[in-house]
């Protein structure tokens, strides 16, 4: 039946397009207790493997701190640059519950050693710190810039507040958008790999006369948590709200296959039934992991050689259809062990031709087709004649003319003229025959005098 269902689907036809993309067909793998994720391929592929609630607003909590890390390295043009602390950036959190380092008023702190602060340890001090300074001496305008900087590369969800995602502040994003965000940060080498530490030995100051020594967070990149650890996790930044809820963006590497996940709001639970709660934006980061790196890998999905459509030909003697068939061969990311008929390929109605005039070449663009797993659209790729098509010039100017013939605009113009020339044609005769001679009340001048025919002559 499905295979009928498909036939009957592949000859449906019809505009062409050029296009490649892929969707989430495996969502329903892995059962997540977070309210927002996200996950798809970084490779050239850019398949979508896990998507829930994506476009759901929800608070953006210390995740923020990516975007004021981000502005702060493409901003800065010396990262051993030492800074002065202010008051004003520190005095801002006296009342406020944060993480923080103890930076002190006075203590001279280079742009480096603040970033590992602020990314590391997830020091809220450290992120005010740069952003008063990389903000000119202004907090809300380093904000300002948070917020261009989200809606440039195409943020439409995502409003930050302040540089370290404090909860009084009214700021938000969701799935979808941070993935924008994180991917465009770790597109920084040095941002990628300050993303990437999970732990930093910072000498004295100043001011300050101990080492302090900086742990990650982000307990996926911390072997001591099993719970939450993944070796292929390469960098990212966590975050926890308040109310226990729980924020991850990470990116992951294996085998050649590398993925970015966005995990948002995730509840504390005792997942593992142990009596102590785990933090599920985290579980569910690593167990997102686990399920694509045993299961999916890149496979041939369709090859040149498949018959996907036909399209009617005019002005041709010796075919009637071109059949169409995938431009290039198409692989995807697909679990391991699937069978023929779980994958599939149809035309796109709405991107395909219903009909092409002849000549045809092989290889010209005449459709798109999506490619199916699950009964989710995975890829798409151009549709191409799969053969030459002559045009036959006796059959071009019949078929031609009869075109002409029978187009409506033809057919109007025809019955306009007819009718026109009716209308003239009804004129003159009614014009000419005003014109004739009635025989009655003629008068003709002759000479001086003007007789009436009708009249007897005076005498």
């Known amino acids: 039946m499905k ?11 019809l505009l062409a397009n050029t296009s490649f993309f892929a969707n989430a067909a495996f969502t329903s793998a892995v059962d997540t207790a977070s309210e927002a994720a996200y996950v798809y391929s970084l490779d050239a592929d850019r398949t979508v493997i896990y998507e829930k609630n994506i476009d759901k607003i929800v608070n953006c909590s210390a995740l923020a701190k990516v975007v004021t890390a981000y502005l702060v390295i493409t901003t800065c043009e010396d990262y051993s640059q030492l800074i002065t602390v202010p008051a004003t950036p ?5 009342s406020v519950s944060c993480t923080r380092v ?16 602020m990314m590391i340890a997830n020091a809220a001090d450290a992120g005010n710190v740069l952003a008063h300074y990389f903000g000119g001496d202004s907090i809300s305008a380093f904000v300002d810039k948070m917020n261009a900087f989200a809606a440039e590369i195409g943020c439409e969800n995502t409003h930050f507040a302040d540089p370290n995602g404090l909860e009084d502040m009214e700021q938000y994003t969701t799935a979808k958008d941070f993935a924008k965000i994180y991917e ?13 530490m999970d732990y930093y030995k910072m000498p004295a100051t100043n001011l300050y006369y101990e080492t302090r020594y900086l742990h990650t967070t982000n307990l996926c990149m911390d072997y001591n948590y099993p719970d939450y650890y993944r070796s292929e996790i390469v960098n990212g930044k966590v975050a926890t709200d308040s109310n226990k809820l729980g924020y991850a963006v990470t990116t992951a590497t294996k085998d050649g296959y590398t993925y970015l996940a966005v995990v948002l709001a995730g509840p504390e639970l005792d997942y593992d039934e142990d009596k102590n709660t785990e933090n599920m934006a985290m579980v569910d980061t690593e167990r997102l992991y686990d399920w694509i790196f045993d299961n999916v890998k890149l496979r041939v999905v369709v090859k040149t050689s498949t018959v996907v459509d036909e399209v009617k030909v005019k002005h041709s003697s010796e075919y009637d259809y071109v059949s ?16 023929a008929d779980s994958v599939y ?34 890829a798409r790729v151009d549709l191409v004649a799969s053969f030459d ?5 006796s059959k071009f100017i019949s078929e031609s003319l009869q075109d002409l013939f029978t187009h409506p605009v033809f057919i109007i113009i025809v019955g306009i003229l ?3 020339g009716g209308a003239f044609v009804v004129y003159l005769y009614f014009f000419s025959s005003s014109k004739k001679f009635k025989g009655k009340n003629i008068r003709i001048v002759k000479g001086y005098e003007v007789i009436d025919k009708n009249k007897k002559k005076n005498k």
């Open 90 to 94: 520190i005095r801002l959190l006296d």
């Open 3 to 13: 295979k009928l269902t498909l036939f009957l689907i592949i000859f449906a036809i």
């Open 184 to 196: 465009k940060c770790i597109s920084n080498d040095y941002f990628a790999q300050l993303a990437g």
């Open 345 to 378: 390929i149809r035309s796109i109605a709405e991107l395909t031709k219903t009909e092409v005039d002849a000549p045809v070449h092989k290889g010209d663009v005449l459709g798109t087709a999506g490619i199916y797993y699950a009964d989710e659209e995975i």
């Open 324 to 339: 169409l068939v995938p431009m290039i061969e198409v692989s995807a990311l697909v679990p391991e062990g699937i069978d």
């Open 102 to 117: 103890g930076i002190l008023v006075g203590e001279v702190i280079s742009v480096q050693e603040l970033l590992y602060c």
């Open 389 to 393: 098509v002559e045009r036959s010039y």
């Open 418 to 420: 007819l009718l026109s």
